[in-house]
């Protein structure tokens, strides 16, 4: 059974940065795509980053380029979130997917709270 698991979120103040993983399990390969989008109160959930199986290709919203890196390390099946120079609009429950073929795999989540 493929499990999703996110870690690593927490509080950090605003232009701080934190660095958010997410571990996959019972996958034999990793030829699947991996994002990760956030949540906020009140809000529609958004993509904020996608990255190949390969980790070759990535893509961001324009909310969080430039600040957001997404990376994958295919010998642990684990993806990671860095996020830099953090505002309090980034505040949100961040998620992890895997996406394989028309098949999504989604974590419980990992809440990111920015404030001073």
């Known amino acids: 059974q493929v499990q999703v698991v996110e870690s690593g979120g927490g509080s950090a103040q605003p232009a701080g940065s934190l660095r958010p993983s997410c571990a996959v399990s019972?996958?034999?390969?990793?030829?699947?795509?991996m994002n990760w989008d956030r949540q906020a109160p009140g809000k529609e959930r958004e993509l904020v980053a996608v990255i190949t199986n390969t980790g070759r290709i990535t893509t961001y919203a324009d909310s969080v380029k430039g600040r957001f890196t997404i990376s994958r390390d295919n010998a642990k099946n684990t993806a990671y979130l860095q996020m830099n120079s953090l505002k309090p609009e980034d505040t949100a429950v961040y998620y992890c997917?895997?996406?394989?073929?028309?098949?999504?795999?989604w974590g419980q989540g990992t809440q990111v709270t920015v404030s001073s």
């Open positions: 997917n895997i996406k394989r073929g028309t098949s999504d795999c």
């Open positions: 019972g996958v034999t390969s990793s030829s699947y795509l």
